[in-house]
């Protein structure tokens, strides 16, 4: 059993940055693909980017390349997502998770995932 805690967001006017990080339990979590996840208010919960195991293969959503980065520490069971030039649009929810194997973009494809933390970007 994995257990993933977000933490780093926060209120942002536009155009700042944030970074979340999400730490696992999980001794193996080397051997876990991650994935970044969001839900706006009333929406359904959305890819937003992953990384495989080892770090050597990422996927971003369309609305976030270049802008976001996902990068991770295995050394220290941590996953991160950096968000730059945020926008309003980027209001969420943002959720980690993990799975064994590729990274995929599909919320079923994930077995675990953590309890989420709201990111909320003013115009």
Known sequence: QVQL????GGLVQAGGNLRLSCA??????SS?????FRQPPGKERDFVAAITWNGGTTDY????????????DN???TVYLQMNSLKPEDTAV????????W?????????????????????
Not at 103 to 123: E, I, N, R
Request: glycine share 10%; charged share 20%.
């Open 5 to 8: 805690v977000e933490s780093g």
């Open 24 to 29: 696992a339990s999980e001794r193996t979590f």
């Open 32 to 36: 876990y693909s991650m994935g970044w």
């Open 61 to 72: 959503a369309d609305s976030v390349k270049g802008r976001f980065t996902i990068s991770r």
């Open 75 to 77: 050394a220290k069971n």
């Open 94 to 101: 943002y959720y980690c998770a993990a799975r064994r194997g």
């Open 103 to 123: 990274v995929v973009t599909a919320v079923t494809s994930y077995d675990y995932w953590g309890q989420g933390t709201q990111v909320t970007v003013s115009s």
